[in-house]
T-cell receptor, first 111, second 117 residues
């Protein structure tokens, strides 16, 4: 089976812009979670989607949003970008056994 | 809330040395425990997991045992290689039917391992 794919791999944006990141889970997985990784805060949970519904959300401002499509692909959007949003954004798809498998990540740099 | 604490790093070892990375956790209920590894410029790869007390997860020479009495899940390897140089993350999940933790992994801060020839 193909693994989790994320696009794009790298992004450079300026403050105030918005960005959309995409994630395709492993075939057959219906749950997708998103994480932000920064040197200062480590790995933090953003939100999780299952069957097109947000089932759980971390402690991030409303500028961070997401959605999931009927084919389980997911997107996350960050509006009004701030310098502090520079990070590696990781997507993970969850098997029915509960294990999460991660994609390679999208590295976002906000200037 | 749930939390994971890993030993302070970085850890520097010579090839063929014994490795231990300590991990302790605080969680409600009975979590599943995981070790993930991250190589430079990549995402996280699952290294091993354990889903109940006294389970031992193992993979590629790495082992960890789920110790409920000490709330620990220490990672060990008998003989490390240069290729094991990476960042290692301990994580837990308390996802359960009807709960609010679905899809959420709680991670430790990560331990950087460098292995010299």
């Amino acid at each position: 089976k193909a693994g989790v794919t994320q696009t794009p791999r790298y992004l450079i944006k300026t403050r105030g812009q918005q960005v959309t990141l995409s994630c395709s889970p492993i075939s057959g997985h219906r749950s997708v979670s998103w994480y932000q990784q920064t040197p200062g805060q480590g790995l933090q949970f953003l939100f999780e989607y299952f069957s097109e519904t947000q089932r759980n959300k971390g402690n991030f401002p409303g500028r961070f949003s997401g959605r999931q499509f009927s084919n389980s692909r997911s997107e996350m959007n960050v509006s009004t970008l701030e310098l502090g949003d520079s990070a590696l954004y990781l997507c993970a798809s969850r098997s029915t056994g509960g294990t999460q498998y991660f994609g390679p990540g999208t590295r976002l740099l906000v200037l | 809330g749930d939390s994971v604490t890993q030993m302070e790093g970085p850890v520097t070892l010579s090839e063929e040395a014994f490795l231990t990375i300590n991990c302790t956790y605080t969680a409600t209920g009975y979590p599943s425990l995981f070790w993930y590894v991250q190589y430079p410029g990549e995402g996280l790869q699952l290294l091993l997991k354990a889903t109940k007390a006294d389970d031992k997860g193992s993979n590629k020479g790495f082992e960890a045992t789920y110790r409920k009495e000490t709330t620990s899940f220490h990672l060990e390897k008998g003989s490390v290689q240069v290729s094991d140089s990476a960042v290692y993350f301990c994580a837990l999940s308390t996802a359960r039917a009807g709960g609010t933790s679905y899809g959420k992994l709680t991670f430790g801060q990560g331990t950087i391992l460098t292995v010299h020839p």
